[in-house]
């Protein structure tokens, strides 16, 4: 079987969603199923021929704004638009949905865990997590007065200066962990006020991101001083949740 051509794949897309939408009202009765493309082309503000030499897998130009519009037209749901344009390798113009509101279930995974776990949202804010990261995170996590966006507190609380063993380094490694995901959405206004707020207030984070490093978050070993517990070490991991792919369950197993 020969690899498929990505521009191939991606007509593929197109003409199968074109042809599963119901015919405008005014198209009368027809053979073909579906919209035809001049139909498609008008509620994209397109031309018929950009919409043919896309379904016919074309080597043709493609704005990430043309596919927003085609999108929406072919009325794709949140995974077919992410589909569609990975096939196309563009990336999506349009902000990813407010995280106001979690579903229930996802702000209940912290509890399934008998170690430290805690889920962080797009822009790094705990939004849920179990007792004992509570105890962990003492004076943090379990202060109802205090923020809970990982960075501030990181960089910004003396708290975590004495918590977090390797301070320096792991906010070095932080804000690297941060541009990845920044990269991804550079547009967005609460990343973009919580860098702002971070560059002025912080020094070390101004420098760490005047450095443009960028790592994943890849695990491993981390070490914090607790007041009561002493020297307690964990080996981290992170999860990416499914159906919010910009939330994080992170978990501190016991090392």
């Known amino acids: 079987m020969n690899q498929p051509d990505h521009r191939r794949l ?6 199968a969603h074109r042809e599963r939408l119901p015919p405008t009202a005014k198209a009368g009765r027809r053979r073909t199923p579906g919209l035809r493309r001049e139909e498609l082309a008008d ?11 896309l379904e016919q897998g ?8 043309a596919l927003a519009r085609l999108a929406d ?26 995280q106001a509101d979690l579903p229930g279930d996802l ?3 912290p509890s399934l ?13 705990v939004r849920a997590w179990n007792p004992p990261a509570a105890h962990l995170f003492s004076g943090w996590l379990d202060d109802d007065t205090a923020d809970r966006n990982l960075m501030r507190f990181v960089f910004l609380s003396p708290l975590a200066q004495v918590v ?52 994943h978050r890849e695990g491993g070993e981390r070490t914090f001083n607790h007041a009561a517990s002493g ?9 990416l949740v499914a159906s919010q792919q910009e939330c994080k369950l992170v978990c501190l197993a016991p090392a």
Request: hydrophobic content about 50%; glycine content about 0%; overall charge positive.
């Open 10 to 15: 991606l007509g593929a897309f197109i003409r």
């Open 43 to 53: 509620a994209s503000c397109v031309s018929v021929t950009w919409i043919t030499w």
């Open 58 to 65: 074309r080597d043709v130009a493609a704005s990430a704004a």
């Open 73 to 98: 037209a072919l009325q794709l749901t949140s995974a077919e638009r992410a589909s569609m344009f990975d096939l196309a390798q563009k990336r999506d113009p349009v902000p990813a949905r407010s």
């Open 107 to 109: 702000l209940t995974l």
């Open 113 to 125: 865990f008998t170690a430290p776990a805690y889920l962080l949202d797009r822009t790094w804010t």
């Open 164 to 215: 977090i063993a390797d301070w320096p380094e792991r906010c070095r490694r932080l804000a690297a962990e941060f541009r990845a995901d920044f990269s991804r959405f550079p547009h967005d206004a609460a990343m973009l006020a919580l860098i702002e707020e971070l560059s002025v207030k912080s020094p070390l984070f101004a420098r760490c991101w005047q450095e443009q490093a960028v790592l």
């Open 231 to 239: 020297v307690l070490r964990f080996l981290q991991t992170t999860l």
